[in-house]
């Protein structure tokens, strides 16, 4: 099973931006971005196909939020514009197929990485 590593997390202030990496120990196909604040369930962020070529995100960050990839080993978030709401552990995960990623469900991704903290302020 591939193993991922996130890195990239900080405290920055609101409106400011922040790249995450995620980095897999394989090759990886559809790869996700969740993400799981304060006392919250782990939410859905967005999604990268196996190219590069198609992406979704949840409408909390659609406009805000950029995942890209570099080849099949390295997956990045771009987030811009962020909010203090934007504020929890980010997670990368391995997709169990593209179809599953509109649903947005933690139990169709495996291989999580262990997550890397963003904090935004006010």
């Known amino acids: 099973q591939v193993q991922l590593e996130e890195s990239g997390g900080g405290l920055v202030q609101a409106g400011g931006s922040l790249r995450l990496s995620c980095a897999a120990s394989?090759?990886?196909?559809?790869m996700g971005w969740f993400r799981q604040p304060p006392e919250k369930e782990r939410e859905f962020v967005g999604a990268?196909?196996?190219?590069?070529?198609?992406t979704y995100y949840a409408d909390s960050v659609k406009g805000r939020f950029t995942i890209s990839r570099d080849g099949a080993k390295t997956v990045y978030l771009q987030m811009n514009s962020l909010k203090p709401e934007d504020t929890a552990v980010y997670y990368c995960?391995?997709?169990?197929?593209?179809?599953?990623?509109?649903?947005?469900?933690?139990?169709?991704?495996?291989?999580w990485g262990q997550g890397t903290q963003v904090t935004v302020s006010a």
């Open positions: 990268i196909n196996w190219n590069g070529v198609a």
């Open positions: 995960a391995v997709a169990r197929s593209w179809a599953v990623v509109p649903g947005g469900h933690p139990a169709d991704f495996n291989s």
């Open positions: 394989g090759r990886t196909f559809s």
